[in-house]
Structure formats: C-alpha cells, structure tokens
C-alpha cells in the first residue's frame, strides 16, 4: 500500500517539477542569448526581468484561443496534448539518484518511478510519439507553412531517430544491459561512456539536437522561410503547450546526454549524486542554448545529407568496432 | 482484480478505436484511431509480461510505420478521399466474403490449442530482454536470419523504385 501511496507521490511531483521548469528556462534562455548578443535581455518586470517568464504566463493564458475557420477543429485542439503527453511520460523511468532516505520517516526511497528492464528502448519509443503533436498540429492548421513544417519535422525525426537510436546502442552494448540504472551503475568511479564512446557521444548529441528541433536543426518552425512553421496558426495556452514541450523535450534530452554518457551521478565524493547530475543536466542545457545562439540554421537538404550520409553510417561503424573491441 | 480491469479498459479501447479506423470517413482520423489502437495493443502486451515486445510495438509501429502513413496521407486530397467508401452498398458479395471469413476465424479459433495457454507468472516482468535475445540468436536463428533477408530485398526493392532513371 505504501509503496502505492509513494508511487503516487513521485509521479505528481516529478510532473510539477517538470511542468514548472520551462518557467525559468525561457528565462535563462532570453538571458543567455541577451549576453551573447551583446546586450541586457529581459530587464523590466522585476529585479534583472527574473519576473518576466509569470508575465509571459499570465499574457498567454488571457489571449484570445484562435482557431481557423478551415482548420480540424477536433485535431487541431488535441495537437498540442499529444505533443505534450509523451515529453511527461519519458519521466516515467528516468532515475534522479540513487536511494536516499527520508529524515524523518526513516523510509529508503529510490529516486525514479520506475526501474523499467526496458527503460533506455522505452525512453526513445516514447520520445518519438512526440512527433505526431507536429505533424497533427500542422496538418490540422489547414494552411501552407504548418503542413510543410510538419512534413519536415516527421522527415526529420524520423531520420534523425535512426541516428540517435544507433548511438545507445554502443553504450547498450558495453554496459549489457537497457535499464538506466544499470547503465548509470556501471559507469560509477569515472568509468564514464564518454570516454569509450567517444563517437557515440557526438553522434547522440548531434541527433539529438535535431530530435528536439533546436538550431541548428529546428527547421520545423524555420521563421526565415516558413513564417513559424508547424505553430504558426496557434495562438494562447496551445502555443504554450507546444513551447512547454519543446522545453521539456530539450531538459530530457540533456538528462538522457548525462545518463548514457557523462555518467549520471557520478563524481567527487565532497558533493551528493543528486547535485552533481543536477549539474551536469544544467551544463548541458546551457550549452544547447549557446549552440541555439552561435549557429546559423542548416538548410533542409543539408539536414538530410547530415542524418542519411554522416551520422548514420558513423553510428553503424561505431556500433561494428565497440562489438569488435568486446569481442 | 485491478489487472482484469485494466485488461477491459485497454481491450474496449483498442476494438472500439479499431472499429473507428474502417468506420472514420476522414484518413486522418483513422490513422488516429489506429495509433491509439496500436498504443493499446503495446499495453495489452505489458499485461501478457512482455514489456520488450510493448515497447517494440510502440517503436517500430506506432513511431515509425504510422508516421510514414501520414506522411503519406496528408499529401492526399482529404475532401475528395473522405467521400469515397471503402465498401459501397451495393456489394453484397463482399459482404457474404467477410460473412464467410468471420466465421472461418471462429472456428479456427475455437478448434486451435489458444485456450491451453497457460496465464504469465504474475509480476515478472524483468529479464525478458535478454530471453528473448537468446531465443532469437539460439533457438529461432533460422527464421530470423530468414525474416531480416526477406527485409533486406524489400528495402532494395524500396530503392530500386524510388530511382529516378526508372520512372
């Protein structure tokens, strides 16, 4: 019955964490990009704008929702939860830590939901499910520039999730095993991936750019060519939630980067596990979001070129010679 | 208790939407429809014990082969192909094949050893990873290899279609 009730518990509040962070993100983004382009970023509502992501909130909630006359009113108000639902569901196995315990209560409690045998396979059969949300979301608006930014993001992902899957597969490989514990476990004492994966790294972090549709892969809502691609008929909370997932697409991203490779909790002793992933997670989104700022975008048939013809032969002589090397 | 109720929610979900997906006039709403089929079927499977072929399902059909769908149909003119039925009145033949197909299921069904299957052991749902791996590599090798071979030359076939020089 506890175990139920703690259950439970871990699920609502992993949801509100992971809910509240695009809060703060949209923040530091504006922030980041505001220091690198030489100037001050948001700076009127409160002290340095800390304030402005609640006004931002606040002024998406109260505008008008617009849907299209010619649009599928059905499919075009579900787009944005079927995009959102599967960036919430990956959280489902992803493990925070290892076991603490609770002061008080004197209880072990391990820091995921769930340790799924299958988690890492799981983790990428969901995250792909978030594709639809563009595709319906496009195709629903009923109007050119959506329809083409949803056909690219399905091309895109599609390609790209090869790739992507292709990189887990070397560090699946050494670590034997698909659950995400196991693979964090194995790399404790600084017997990190990325140091026998070096390939693989680059590979996943490539890919997974382009999974999450940052630049210099976001070509589903290039703004120079398709006015704001897949979303651009979305306006009040169903943007938001589009925003939402593209938030917590790129926190997962980070997450998964930080599990597979640069292992998990791992690191000196002076500071607990739970910290140092948290700043690990954090390093890489500041430098997702430095990226975003220092690259041009690519062109589409580039992007293709990049998928099909690099990464994923690389992928598949990485995935040859780790099998090599094991053997 | 709870699983049997969970069986029923995930089987009236996955026959009523696959009910929806011949019966929906707009193709993209079947494929919907069949995407939530897909994704109840992958439960059904978690509750059969096989967590490995859930998630497979969920991988390679519902994130991969349905996306293709779309992508294909939403090319298609939707007006136009949401006004033609798929099976028009008229045919009672085709009908009297479906009769004639339902009822051979049911007996095939109801004379096949499927009601010797014995229920999963309860809650064991780690492990099933690595058996079937080793099923896959030791006992089954030959159909396997067989299956990925007959892959292979639909993928070239795949390729050799779509060159332009050909069309």
């Known amino acids: ?327 | 208790m709870a699983e049997q109720i969970f069986f029923f929610v995930f089987a009236i979900l996955a026959v009523g939407s696959a009910i929806a997906v011949v019966s929906l006039r707009n193709p993209v709403h079947s494929v919907i429809s069949l995407m939530v089929c897909f994704l109840q079927m992958a439960a059904l499977f978690v509750m059969l014990r096989s967590p490995f072929i859930a998630v497979v399902q969920v991988f390679v059909y519902v994130g991969a082969v349905l996306v293709l769908f779309l992508f294909v149909i939403m090319m298609l003119d939707i007006a136009k192909a949401g006004m033609e039925r798929f099976v028009s009145g008229g045919k009672l033949w085709v009908i009297a094949l479906l009769g004639a197909l339902l009822l051979e299921m049911v007996l095939m069904i109801s004379r096949s050893r499927l009601s010797a299957i014995t229920a999963p052991a309860a809650g064991r749902l780690t492990g099933t990873v690595r058996e079937v791996g080793e099923a896959l590599f030791t006992k089954y090798i030959l159909p396997f290899e067989v299956v990925s071979l007959i892959l292979l030359v639909a993928l070239l076939g795949a390729i050799v279609l779509g060159r332009k020089e050909l069309r």
Request: hydrophobic share 55%.
């Open chain 1, 1 to 327: 019955m506890i175990e139920l009730l703690l259950i439970g518990i871990k699920v609502v509040v992993v949801t509100l964490i992971v809910f509240a962070l695009p809060l703060p993100l949209t923040y530091i983004e504006r922030k980041v990009a505001g220091h690198i382009q030489v100037r001050l970023g948001p700076y009127r509502v409160g002290p340095h704008g800390i304030l402005q992501p609640f006004a931002d909130m606040v002024k998406l909630m109260f505008k008008e929702d617009i849907i299209p006359a010619k649009a599928d009113p059905w499919l075009f108000r579900i787009a944005p939860v079927i995009a959102m639902v599967p960036a919430f569901v990956v959280f489902a196995t992803i493990p925070f830590g290892e076991k603490v315990t609770l002061p008080i209560l004197n209880y072990e409690v391990n820091l995921y939901i769930s340790n799924m045998d299958t988690g890492i396979l799981y983790i990428l059969a969901i995250a792909g499910l978030s594709v639809y949300g563009i595709i319906l979301g496009g195709w629903a608006s009923n109007s050119k520039y959506p329809l083409l930014g949803g056909l690219r993001s399905s091309a895109q992902m599609i390609s790209y999730e090869l790739a992507l899957s292709f990189a887990c597969i070397g560090v699946v490989m050494i670590v034997n095993s698909l659950s995400l514990v196991d693979i964090v476990k194995a790399q404790s004492g600084w017997h990190w991936n990325i140091l026998y994966q070096p390939v693989g790294f680059v590979i996943f972090f490539i890919a997974g750019l382009a999974e999450i549709n940052r630049i210099p892969f976001d070509l589903p809502e290039d703004e120079g060519t398709l006015g704001a691609g897949y979303h651009a008929e979305y306006s009040s909370m169903r943007f938001a939630f589009f925003m939402l997932t593209e938030y917590v697409a790129m926190v997962s991203m980070s997450i998964l980067i930080v599990l597979l490779f640069l292992g998990g909790w791992d690191g000196p002793a002076f500071l607990p596990g739970i910290v140092w992933f948290l700043l690990k997670v954090a390093m890489l989104i500041y430098i997702i979001i430095w990226t975003r700022f220092t690259y041009p975008r690519y062109r589409y048939d580039q992007l293709m070129s990049i998928g099909w013809k690099i990464l994923l032969p690389l992928s598949l002589a990485n995935i040859l010679i780790t099998g090599l090397v094991i053997i």
